[in-house]
């Protein structure tokens, strides 16, 4: 359960709505059980007021008092469950959000090699079978369970109070058996397989997703019937289990409900005692059941819940493990040097080093160029002083710096949210401004939709080029002391770089800036050129 912390955290951040959403389930509980008990109360007593008068006895009865209770319990069970269903799927809606920020930033934390090590199908569950697991943490279990504990203890106060002290303890302990065969008892019998079919729908989904995207090759090699009826396979095993943490779901929701069942017949036996001995009302004595009865309905919600909870869980601990800080730690150089490395080994965990006893110091406004053919590690080495990856041995210090890796990255949205990523600050004239600078202001005044046109799936409105100096002018918009370059004019035509490199380079005055490239031609202007070899 210790893997549900950080995100139970983050949840009860927003602990005032949960306070609030909480308190209108109980308002819908118990407007709903009072409803029931004030129903059978009056019923009962308008049957004795029927019997006196039939037998000539004189009696009466207030119609006035428990009709208007009973139509006000009507209407505040109705509007309470409105106002309960609206708060608090608008409240899971912004635990959504808080738990999907956290996850991209600490995805955005770890390196970027760490996150390719997973599938795409991988991370594709993380971010919707795991998040979803999470994100009703608060309004299938939390608050169900604490209503249902609550409710409890308010119903054994009434029995103390109608009845007596002894009945109130004994219903307390058949209450208290119930809730744990509901939660407990039920979690502890389904947590492991729970846990496993959580993993194997993981496993299926990704398969499955194989399976289509390898459907031309499948079908070539003769193997798509053999390739399908091993995912059937995986699926039928997979309903099988379903089937039986279901199957012991509906057990223990029986066994609950039996319990339950077995109180309101306790009581009432109890109760008969007093009443015949004057104790208690017969109204009263029918009222105390019906509303023991009323508690399925809150107990009713918590062996499905605790039933899946070991798949909550195991989501919980998969977050926990894949979507790790990179261990990366900020560093600080002196006032007159932007960055300083000495003695470093670079390369990944577990493989030999790309580099070993690397140093290099670069000052504050200086431009140093690092060419290298292809496999020299000059991404390695881009990936390394940019913080992305930790180095294997050695020191290195840096301020806080802008980094285009080698890889062009558009996202299916406007140019202005692209661009917004460098500087969520920045100004429609200041994008103008930058999109100018690299040759892309003349593009997009020809949209009609202007810094709003959309760009498509990964920016496939553009042109290789145009995405290239699109994500430039995304770092050029960071305001960080320094910035890193690696391969800045991938797919950009000799022309265009020769005319947009001094500008870019007047724009960084001021600025460290690191360009790698193959060629010296490839780069910003330079002060130093470092060969890799």
Same mark, same amino acid.
């Given at each position: ?6 995100? *139970?955290? @983050?949840? +009860?951040?927003?602990?005032?709505? &949960?306070?609030?959403?909480?308190? =209108? $389930?109980?308002?819908? /509980? ?106 009703? *943490?608060? @309004?299938? +279990?939390?608050?169900?369970?604490? &209503?249902?504990?609550?409710?409890? =203890? $308010?119903?054994?106060? /009434? ?108 009581? @009432? ?265």
């Amino acid at each position: 359960m210790h893997n549900l912390r950080p995100w *139970l955290r @983050l949840i +009860l951040q927003r602990r005032g709505r &949960l306070v609030v959403g909480a308190l =209108l $389930l109980l308002a819908t /509980l118990i407007s709903g059980i009072a409803l029931l008990a004030l129903s059978g109360w009056f019923l009962t007593e308008t049957a004795l007021v029927g019997l006196f008068f039939a037998a000539g006895i004189q009696a009466y009865i207030n119609l006035y008092v428990p009709g208007g209770g009973i139509r006000f319990f009507a209407v505040s069970r109705t509007v309470a469950r409105y106002f309960e269903r609206l708060y608090n799927h608008n409240t899971v809606l912004r635990l959504l959000t808080d738990i999907r920020v956290a996850l991209f930033n600490r995805m955005a934390e770890s390196g970027h090699r760490d996150r390719g090590r997973q599938k795409g199908a991988h991370w594709l569950s993380r971010l919707t079978a795991d998040v979803d697991a999470l994100d009703t *943490l608060y @309004l299938r +279990l939390v608050a169900p369970t604490a &209503l249902a504990a609550v409710v409890a =203890l $308010l119903v054994g106060a /009434l029995v103390w109070l109608l009845l007596n002290l002894q009945i109130a303890l004994t219903l307390l302990g058949f209450l208290a058996t119930a809730f744990v065969i509901a939660t407990w008892a039920l979690y502890r019998r389904t947590q492991a397989l729970s846990g496993q079919l959580n993993e194997r729908q993981e496993h299926l989904r990704s398969d499955v997703i194989e399976h289509l995207e390898g459907f031309a090759e499948l079908t070539a090699a003769g193997r798509i019937g053999k390739h399908a009826a091993v995912l059937k396979r995986q699926s039928l095993a997979l309903s099988k289990d379903q089937a039986v943490i279901e199957t012991q779901t509906g057990w223990h929701l029986a066994f609950t409900q039996l319990l339950i069942n077995l109180s309101a017949v306790f009581v @009432l036996w109890t109760g008969f005692q007093l009443f015949q001995n004057g104790s208690v009302s017969g109204p009263v004595l029918v009222m105390l059941p019906i509303v023991l009865l009323g508690l399925n309905e809150v107990y009713a919600m918590l062996p499905d819940a605790f039933g899946k909870l070991g798949a909550t869980v195991a989501a919980a601990k998969r977050l926990n493990e894949d979507v790790k800080p990179s261990t990366v730690n900020p560093a600080t150089t002196a006032a007159d040097d932007a960055l300083t490395a000495s003695d470093l080994a670079i390369g990944h965990a577990g493989s030999a080093p790309v580099m070993t006893h690397f140093s290099l110091t670069v000052s504050a406004g200086e431009r140093l160029g690092i060419v290298g053919v292809s496999g020299s590690g000059k991404s390695s080495l881009a990936d390394t002083l940019a913080g992305v990856i930790p180095v294997l041995s050695g020191n290195l210090e840096r301020p806080a710096c802008a980094y285009l890796t080698q890889s062009t990255v558009v996202f299916e949205d406007t140019v202005k949210a692209n661009l917004l990523l460098g500087d969520p600050k920045a100004t429609d004239a200041e994008l103008w401004r930058v999109l100018e600078l690299v040759e892309l202001a003349e593009r997009f005044t020809r949209e009609a939709e202007g810094l709003n046109t959309w760009l498509g799936s990964s920016g496939n409105r553009l042109s290789g080029g145009e995405a290239r100096r699109l994500v430039l002018a995304r770092v050029l918009l960071s305001s960080a002391p320094l910035v890193i370059l690696d391969e800045p004019f991938t797919g950009v035509d000799a022309d265009t770089r020769t005319r947009i490199a001094p500008l870019i380079d007047r724009w960084l005055e001021g600025r460290a800036v690191i360009s790698l490239g193959h060629r010296s031609e490839a780069l910003l202007p330079a002060d130093h050129i470092l060969h890799l070899s």
